[in-house]
């Protein structure tokens, strides 16, 4: 896999897509979408409840795309203030290529789009 721009990627036929998100504190509020063009093959979640690991499997044929968005949110809390410590960092990977990983501060709720395609 390798980064084409913001959110977009490239990836070889069949290659294994891991997507890991990964929160600074509780709570963890983030969402990932149904992906478009394939299926999450893989879910798992750490023992603290802090990170969310998916995988999938790019399609076999040239030119064909997988689109699947990652919702985060934060909670305040009682005051409605935000931890400035607090963050989730967004992490994709292939089989090959270098991962890429994006941050996000509050406050709260951001959507985030991964585009990728088979070359």
């Known amino acids: 896999m390798k980064t084409t721009g ?6 070889a036929p069949n290659e294994n897509i ?5 929160k600074q504190y509780e709570p963890f509020a983030a969402t990932f979408s149904d992906v478009i063009g394939s299926s999450w ?3 798992s979640v750490s023992a ?8 999938l499997v790019m399609p076999s044929d040239e030119g064909a795309t ?15 203030a935000y931890d400035s410590g607090d963050k989730y960092t967004v992490r994709i990977k292939g089989n090959t290529g ?22």
């Not at 603290?48 to 995988?55: A, I, M």
């Not at 509050?106 to 585009?115: G, R």
């Open 6 to 11: 913001p959110g977009e990627y490239s990836a």
């Open 18 to 22: 891991t997507v890991i998100v990964a």
């Open 41 to 43: 093959a893989n879910d």
């Open 48 to 55: 603290d409840g802090l990170t969310e690991t998916k995988t």
């Open 66 to 80: 997988v689109q699947f968005s990652v919702l985060l949110d934060f909670v305040p809390d009682d005051s409605g």
């Open 98 to 119: 270098s991962p890429d990983s994006v941050t996000v501060p509050p406050p709260p709720f951001i959507s985030l789009q991964f585009d990728l395609v088979v070359e």
